[in-house]
């Protein structure tokens, strides 16, 4: 009767014992699961920790190209500015180029004026000499002045500078007229 007590308790036992290799050999798996989650979990993690990573440079890199285009964006209005200022100074400087421009016209044309009044004026000179030579005796002014190289036709001379003088004799009164009042504008 002990023996098969025994034996009772050794099948209980031996029972016992596969259950207990069954539990371990589940619990062995369970663990090897739970393990490779763990490895799968872990590698996720990393490639977070990677992403974040790069979120965190790629924010970094935000903010520098932020400060970079207010940087720009300032230096584009301050030569927005310049360029403005730039371009009222040549509008200014343009017209004021036009007016003196303009003042040289003046003066070359008031220039033009006085050769022409200087060239008539010696016309004018040339017959007043012409007139007081023949007025005077010849004898006392033959030395002092040259005389008329005959290749010169005085008669022609004397009808174009007779138009000449009459014209001039009416306008020579005038003569102050034809400066500029404001000479000293110019």
């Not at 010849?138 to 005389?147: D, E, F, M, Q, V």
Request: proline fraction near 3%; aromatic fraction near 4%.
């Amino acid at each position: 009767m002990e023996v098969s007590k025994l034996q009772n308790a050794l099948e209980t036992l031996s029972g016992n014992l596969d259950a207990t290799k069954v539990a371990y050999l589940n619990e062995q798996a369970k663990n090897k699961t739970v393990q490779e989650q763990l490895g799968l979990v872990l590698k996720e993690n990393s490639s977070l920790y990677d992403k974040l990573a790069k979120m965190e440079e790629l924010q970094k890199e935000n903010w520098f190209l932020k400060c970079s285009l207010e940087s720009l964006t300032k230096k584009n209005l301050e030569m927005e500015q310049e360029l403005m200022s730039t371009r009222k100074c040549s509008h200014a400087t343009a017209d004021l180029l036009q007016e003196v421009e303009a003042k040289c016209f003046l003066l070359q044309q008031n220039l033009k004026d006085l050769e022409e009044k200087l060239v008539i004026l010696e016309d004018e000179n040339q017959i007043l000499r012409q007139k007081a030579l023949n007025l005077s005796p010849r004898k006392s002014l033959s030395g002092a002045l040259k005389p008329i190289p005959e290749n010169h036709s005085f008669a022609s001379l004397s009808s174009t500078s007779n138009q000449r003088f009459t014209l001039e004799t009416s306008i020579s009164p005038k003569l102050p007229n034809f400066l500029p009042r404001s000479l000293s504008d110019f």
